[in-house]
């Protein structure tokens, strides 16, 4: 029985908006710029890195997606902000966030098909959960979910039926800060450019990271995690019909870099997930359990959004909310369609 309201805790209204956008990557900037207020630094975030700092990160991002730089741009302009102003902005050195919980993802094949559950759990005092559907010009069709920085998505599905979604994890940093891809763009370019989970993981393992996350990445055919670290980057296959991701790492050449940091939480949840997958649990239900808990009620963290999808049918659905609470409601499938064309 769930009796808390947490969003009203921190006196935030949040903004489950939805957006259904195409055409050039500046012009979706300009659009989303435009709808959302001024970009500003968020309260538990570190200070930003120097700006030569953040232009380099912001290079590596342009080597491998340039479209994302327009839509900066486009952002920027829009919001009469300057452009290096808001690179410096979404390019975060320190995530430390202090045990403030975290995500919990799981993908599993069952009657022959793969399907996803995904919660998205962090302070009630993230006001932007905008739901977005892009179909650039120039960039593969995509749904999903942004957070506090623009440009990225937390988690998502392309027309292709690729799902991936993050996970920050509390690790060491490297004494020596070398630029990389911000977390928050890792999940917007696999969605933007890969067809499938081999293509991902290419690029994902490829590419330098600048912050500690894990990635979950799933398709028709198959689903691995991707743990990522400044340091290094390792493929965590499934053992079994189903793979669980959450704040930690599993792989033995990642988890020295956690220290002793407690990973008791995270480690609940997975095993908690993995025992109702074993039970046979709809994943709906896996979302809304609150033993570990996997459905987050604490006063300043919570569920702040859930997505499943079955990435055979195309098919997805998120709830703006802890999902014990708020439904889950079907979205249109990523496609150069607009949602508003009939399709179903
Ligand atoms: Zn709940």
């Not at 001024?38 to 290079?59: G, I, K, Q, T, V």
């Not at 290096?84 to 993908?107: I, P």
């Not at 098919?315 to 369609?337: E, L, N, Q, T």
Request: charged residues 25%.
């Amino acid at each position: 029985m769930c009796t808390t309201t947490p969003d009203h805790t921190d006196n935030i209204s949040p903004d489950y908006r939805v957006f259904d956008l195409r055409g050039a990557h500046f012009d979706i900037g300009r659009a989303l710029g435009q709808a959302t207020p001024r970009f500003e630094n968020m309260p538990w975030w570190s200070p930003s890195p120097p700006l030569d700092f953040a232009l380099a990160c912001a290079a590596l991002v342009g080597d491998i997606h340039p479209p994302l730089l327009d839509e900066s741009r486009g952002y920027a302009e829009a919001q009469s902000l300057h452009y290096e102003d808001l690179l410096q902005g979404v390019c975060r050195l320190s995530l430390r966030q202090r045990a403030v919980g975290g995500c919990t993802s799981f993908a599993l094949r069952r009657d022959g098909r793969i399907v996803v559950g995904r919660n998205y759990d962090f302070r009630t005092l993230q006001r932007m959960r905008l739901r977005i559907r892009l179909a650039p010009d120039a960039a593969l069709p995509s749904l999903g979910m942004q957070g506090s920085m623009p440009g990225g998505r937390y988690d998502g599905v392309n027309a292709h039926g690729l799902f991936v979604s993050l996970h920050v994890v509390m690790a060491d940093e490297p004494e020596e800060r070398a630029p990389g891809v911000p977390f928050h763009q890792v999940p917007r370019i696999v969605l933007e450019r890969c067809r499938t989970v081999d293509e991902a993981v290419d690029l994902v393992a490829r590419m330098p990271h600048l912050n500690a996350f894990n990635y979950l990445l799933a398709d028709p055919a198959r689903f691995v995690a991707v743990e990522a670290h400044p340091a290094r980057v390792r493929i965590v296959e499934p053992e079994g019909d189903s793979l669980v991701v959450a704040n930690h790492y599993r792989h033995p050449d990642m988890v020295a870099l956690q220290g002793r940091r407690d990973r008791s939480a995270s480690g609940r949840r997975a095993a908690r997930v993995e025992k109702l997958i074993a039970m046979g649990a709809e994943v709906e239900t896996i979302l809304r359990d609150h033993v570990a808990p996997l459905c987050e009620h604490r006063p300043h963290n919570s569920t702040l959004w859930s997505v499943v999808a079955d990435l055979d049918a195309r098919r997805v659905a998120y709830a703006p909310g802890m999902p014990c609470a708020a439904a889950y409601r079907p979205v249109a499938w990523p496609s150069r369609r607009s949602s508003s064309d009939g399709r179903a």
